[in-house]
């Protein structure tokens, strides 16, 4: 597969064919790599586009206008070659359009354009999805982003932490752990 490379004096960063991942993301004077590097054992994924699902379905179908499409979880991108459009040092362009591959999970005509831009040591990355049909195309969008952690050596994992500016709260259904709000026996818990 293909991957297209971008740098400058402050870092450099690989876009991948295979599913438009950031394969590598690096800081050219230190050195420290901060995109995960895709281990097996962990997960072997790396940073996934996911279209037109994030997530799955109750029955894992969609069913769109009276039939059924089988796609899996979160949707075909993260399994599709991506193509490059434009690439220089500082951008790269990768798009995805509709197939008659894709039709069978999903029967929409669709363009995904994603530009990535870097600037010093910060990368920018915008998405444009286009309905390319003469009616509405329902579809989730989202992104699965995996970062080394520690990316310092001299740390451990559990070293850090995420926090958000405002306080969390999360429902969680006491019994299966798993469908909160939509839970028909109501036995949520809040963390």
């Not at 586009?49 to 069913?63: A, E, N, Q, R, Y």
Request: net charge negative; proline share 5%; glycine share 4%.
């Amino acid at each position: 597969m293909a991957s297209f490379t971008m740098q400058n004096d402050k870092a450099s960063v690989v876009i991948d064919e295979q599913a438009s991942e950031i394969h590598s993301f690096r800081d050219r004077a230190t050195g420290i790599e901060y995109m995960w590097q895709g281990d097996p054992q962990f997960w072997k994924g790396r940073n996934p586009t996911l279209f037109p699902m994030v997530g799955s379905t109750w029955d894992k179908i969609l069913h769109i206008n009276g039939r059924e499409y089988r796609t899996g979880n979160h949707g075909f991108t993260r399994n599709s070659l991506f193509t490059c459009t434009e690439h220089d040092d500082s951008h790269v362009v990768m798009v995805l359009k509709d197939s008659e591959a894709t039709r069978q999970e999903y029967p929409f005509a669709f363009t995904l354009k994603i530009t990535y831009t870097l600037k010093d040591d910060t990368l920018f990355i915008d998405y444009e999805i286009t309905n390319e049909n003469d009616v509405t195309m329902p579809f989730n969008f989202g992104l699965h982003p995996a970062f080394n952690c520690p990316i310092e050596p001299e740390k451990d994992f559990f070293d850090y932490r995420i926090e958000f500016n405002n306080p969390e709260t999360i429902k969680v259904c006491a019994t299966c752990k798993k469908c909160a709000d939509a839970c028909p026996t109501g036995a949520l818990k809040v963390l």
